[in-house]
């Protein structure tokens, strides 16, 4: 399993960004999958769910700014993130799980920088 996150940069407060985890080896649409965030020092934080069954989940420091999506035909999930906060600055995640009664995600990308000013 490989997962490829991309998309990441720098934005200004109030900007888009959007990133992308292209999957190998994992089907993306009936999957478990989730991004998460992490700044240096502190625990990785979850951002955004989306489960086989089509529901998301969103914490609620990004609900209503961040979408999660997926692209079934590119094995691909997305993160579309809106109304961009320099809280928003960290190192995203894409995350899946092999057996999504499990709550652990056993499969990580490498990561992609967000930095907002």
């Known amino acids: 399993v490989q997962l490829v996150e991309s998309g990441g940069g720098s934005a200004l407060a109030g900007g888009s960004v959007r990133l992308s985890c292209a999957a190998s080896g994992y089907t993306v649409g009936t999957a478990c999958m989730a991004w998460f965030r992490q700044v240096p020092g502190a625990e990785r934080e979850g951002v955004a769910g989306?489960?086989?069954?089509?529901?998301?989940s969103y914490a609620d420091s990004v609900k209503g700014r961040f979408t999660i999506s997926q692209d079934i035909a590119k094995n691909t999930l997305y993160l579309q993130m809106n109304s961009l906060k320099p809280e928003d600055t960290a190192t995203y995640y894409c995350?899946?799980?092999?057996?999504?009664?499990?709550?652990?995600?056993?499969?990580y990308g490498q990561g992609t920088q967000v930095t907002v000013s």
């Open positions: 995350a899946g799980r092999q057996y999504c009664y499990k709550a652990v995600y056993d499969y």
């Open positions: 989306s489960d086989a069954d089509g529901s998301t």
